[in-house]
């Protein structure tokens, strides 16, 4: 196999480390996926995370004059676990078959070709969901139906909120009050007994359960700087829906209590 | 004996909500099942705990059920050549104490609202209890997982070797 140049390597890896970086996976899978490529080629990769940076190093351990650093910095992290089975393939692929940089680059930019999925099966599967875990914390069908509602005016808000690039903690504020709000005017037409479960659940969909976890994994892995940062930014968002109930609960007198 | 249809009703709403929940993730679409089917196992695992087994602190009950989740995920993932967090992550979604999490904040802002001494104790303590379990419950959901992940450290590296995807390009290797 012919080592490919490290400007060509680095150019690629960049690319691969910024897709990776952006799509909701644990620290410790971009690093593993992207040293295999680097070790594949015969070089050396190093990777420092911060939360939105990554600072890529890269060197040719038979010749240390060799050698290229970059920071990247990180699109807002889109969860996409299509592509981070794909692009932890892809790295496999390399690994086993492909060892040709031009091919890696021509599956990779297959790859990130954004493949959109209908927004509306978006907002209608998570208002479905958020109903039946209004269900699952004891709430009854009238809780269920405003719940439904709620949700679906939330995640089309926040569809529309995504698609005009507001800031996501803006986007929990607002889709948090006017979710919470809905609620509480729909608990007025007396069609529910549960209406605390439903003012509860409404606001459900916001809260950024995968990156708490991802971030959780990220400190048991030793990745603990950007483990916690990350633990501070679900902080702030969940801070955020906060507001919005709090909002919600200040117009509605605290009935709720 | 007690019926075990309120086990069913609770997975069968768990695996909806999983479903949905996953969906936002834009995983791959038969994954979408495996996670609903996860869900609902995880949530009805806990609720039978708790229901069952008189398990008295709900955030014990869920470090289990995570784990089970963890556990099955990892094998899901084998079966569908997938990263276990693609299938396990978004079924612990139904899991997340929300409830308790919106009593917690309730009863923030009521204390910071209230004026009787009495009664701002009262809230005060339900904050903390709130608080409290929230906390234990989500954490307990993290590092239920997490701990598959580690036991089966190497394993989830390796899910996605050989998954296919990139099949047609083994015939460059004999080029190289």
């Known amino acids: 196999m012919q080592k490919p140049d490290i400007q060509e390597l680095s150019d690629f890896l960049i690319d691969y480390v910024r897709a990776m970086g952006s799509i909701g996976t644990y620290s410790s899978r971009v690093n593993r996926c992207a040293k295999r490529i680097a070790e594949t080629f015969g070089y050396t990769l190093t990777l420092n995370f911060s939360f939105a940076h990554i600072n890529v190093s890269i060197v040719d351990p038979q010749d240390y004059s060799s050698f290229r650093s970059y920071l990247i910095t990180l699109k807002p992290t889109h969860l996409n676990f299509s592509l981070v089975r794909d692009l932890s393939a892809l790295s496999w692929a390399i690994y086993d078959h492909i060892h040709d940089l031009r091919v890696a680059k021509r599956c990779f930019k297959k790859l990130i070709r954004i493949q959109k999925r209908p927004f509306y099966y978006y907002i209608i599967l998570q208002s479905i969901a958020n109903a039946a875990l209004s269900r699952l914390f004891e709430g009854d069908f009238g809780t269920m139906i405003i719940v439904l509602f709620a949700t679906l005016l939330g995640t089309s808000l926040r569809v529309l909120f995504t698609y005009m690039r507001l800031d996501e903690r803006i986007q929990c504020i607002i889709c948090s009050f006017l979710s919470s709000y809905l609620t509480f005017w729909g608990t007025k037409f007396d069609c529910t007994q549960t209406p605390e479960v439903a003012l509860g659940t409404s606001i459900l969909y916001l809260i950024p359960g995968v990156f708490f976890i991802n971030s959780v994994i990220d400190i048991l892995q030793n990745y603990i700087q950007i483990g916690i940062s990350r633990i501070t930014n679900v902080a702030i968002i969940i801070s955020c829906v906060a507001i919005g109930v709090y909002a919600t609960l200040t117009f509605s007198n605290f009935r709720f209590l | ?176």
Do not use: W
């Open chain 2, 1 to 176: 004996m007690q019926s075990l249809s309120p086990v069913f009703i609770d997975m069968f709403f768990a695996a909806l909500a999983g479903f949905g929940f996953a969906y936002s993730c834009k995983p791959p679409v038969r994954v979408l099942f495996l996670s609903a089917i996860l869900a609902s196992i995880g949530h009805g695992f806990r609720f039978a705990l708790v229901e069952f087994f008189s398990i008295p602190n709900l955030a014990i009950a869920t470090f289990a059920a995570s784990f089970l989740v963890g556990c099955c995920g990892m094998l899901f993932a084998k079966i569908s050549k997938t990263p276990s967090e693609v299938i396990a992550f978004p079924a612990l979604l139904p899991m997340i104490p929300g409830i308790y999490a919106y009593r917690a904040i309730l009863y923030l802002f009521s204390f910071i609202n209230e004026k009787d001494m009495t009664l701002k104790t009262h809230n005060l303590v339900e904050f903390f209890d709130y608080f409290l379990t929230t906390v234990s419950i989500t954490l307990a959901l993290a590092v239920g997982v997490s701990i598959t992940l580690l036991i089966f450290f190497e394993q989830s590296f390796m899910v996605t070797r050989n998954s296919g995807i990139f099949d047609r390009y083994k015939k460059y290797k004999k080029f190289f």
